[in-house]
């Protein structure tokens, strides 16, 4: 699956080729621009162990969010390491200025047994960046 490293279609879903859609906001080039772009990159960062790229996009308000990085990012980067991403699919998009939401479905293995996770998520923009 880690093909798409290479230059093959993102695994986000999008079409795109991942040098072109999400690797310039795993790699810090530049930020997502919408909820969209945020939950397809947070996908893929999940596939490929970006674990500070998911802390760097968590709103301190979300249940997710530990004030121990430190910790936070060792946890993350253990379950990262158990997950294989599958696929993402996109089934409702709700653009706002400052909140957002996104309706998806993700597959993906977790110790090699499939899971598939239906969620409607909240976004938030805080300053010039969309968090999770």
Known sequence: MLDFLNGDSCPCGSGE???QCCKPYLEGERYPDNALALMR???VAYGINQADYLIQ???RQNEAYR???KAWRK??????????IKGLEIKGFEPGESVSFVTF???FTLDGEPVVLCEKSRFEK???RWLY
């Open 17 to 19: 080729r991942y040098p």
């Open 41 to 43: 990159s947070r996908y």
């Open 57 to 59: 996009t968590t709103h």
């Open 67 to 69: 004030k121990d990085i």
């Open 75 to 84: 946890d993350l980067g253990a379950h990262c390491a158990r997950l294989g």
């Open 105 to 107: 479905i993700a597959q």
């Open 126 to 128: 805080v300053g010039q």
